[in-house]
């Protein structure tokens, strides 16, 4: 099966750095990516990897290990309006499958 | 705005009772995917289509079904519901299918059974 694990709940300050990490057990998958959902909203993409590295979009950035099963979204200079959830997920086989998101809180 | 168009935007029905919902990709887009999220819940795949073929199936209840017209628009219905049934319902669309690099979502319909 295909399975993505993020922490449930993450909290961090605002102008801060944070780290969203993201493993799974699934393979010959086209790419990792990242996705923001405000409360009650639409998710948004935010990042795509399709190679092992580091992709770098503005104050976010997701990095993706294949051989490690592992990859993770990078917030710096948080902002209030970056409290939301994120998720990531995998397209194989038709499908887009998204773990389960991590809840980020941001305090003033 | 994503460019997908989701109808309605709020759905109150009785158990037992059968909905429709609609969905219209973004222009040009092919594939179109089906999500449910229930409360504080993740992405729940249920199918996906592309030019009007199911290509994938995911965890979609029997009473669940779907299809995707010849105008690429989709609809997603849901029978004999149930008070479980009740959640956010999620279409999205891409251009292609299998490498997909983004996927558009559209703002949901949040399904109420009672």
């Known amino acids: 099966g295909q399975s993505l694990e993020q922490p449930s709940e993450v909290t961090a300050v605002e102008g801060a750095i944070v780290q969203i990490n993201c493993t799974y057990q699934?393979?010959?998958?086209?790419?990792l990516s990242w996705y923001q959902q405000h409360d009650g909203g639409a998710p948004t993409f935010l990042s795509y990897?399709?190679?092992?590295g580091l992709e770098e979009t503005g104050r976010f950035s997701s990095f993706l290990s294949r051989s490690d099963s592992y990859g993770y979204l990078l917030l710096q200079e948080l902002q209030m309006k970056d409290s939301a959830s994120y998720f990531c997920?995998?397209?194989?086989?038709?499908?887009?499958?998204f773990g389960k998101g991590t809840r980020l809180h941001i305090l003033p | 705005d994503s460019g997908v168009t989701q109808t309605p935007k709020h759905l109150i029905t009785a158990t037992g009772q059968r909905v429709t919902l609609r969905c219209s990709p973004r222009?040009?887009?092919?594939?179109v995917y089906w999500y449910q999220q229930s409360l504080d819940q993740g992405l729940q795949f249920l199918i996906q289509?592309?030019?009007?073929?199911?290509?994938a199936k995911g965890n979609i209840l029997e009473r669940f079904s779907a299809q995707q017209f010849p105008d690429l628009h989709s609809e997603l219905n849901l029978s004999s519901l149930e008070l479980g049934d009740s959640a956010l319902y999620f279409c999205?669309?891409?251009?292609?299918?299998?490498?997909?690099?983004?996927?558009?979502f559209g703002q949901g319909t949040r399904l109420t059974v009672v």
């Open positions: 997920a995998v397209n194989r086989d038709d499908k887009i499958i």
């Open positions: 289509y592309y030019n009007g073929e199911e290509r």
């Open positions: 990897n399709a190679l092992d």
């Open positions: 699934t393979s010959g998958f086209y790419g």
């Open positions: 222009s040009g887009d092919l594939s």
């Open positions: 999205a669309s891409s251009a292609g299918q299998g490498a997909v690099t983004e996927a558009f």
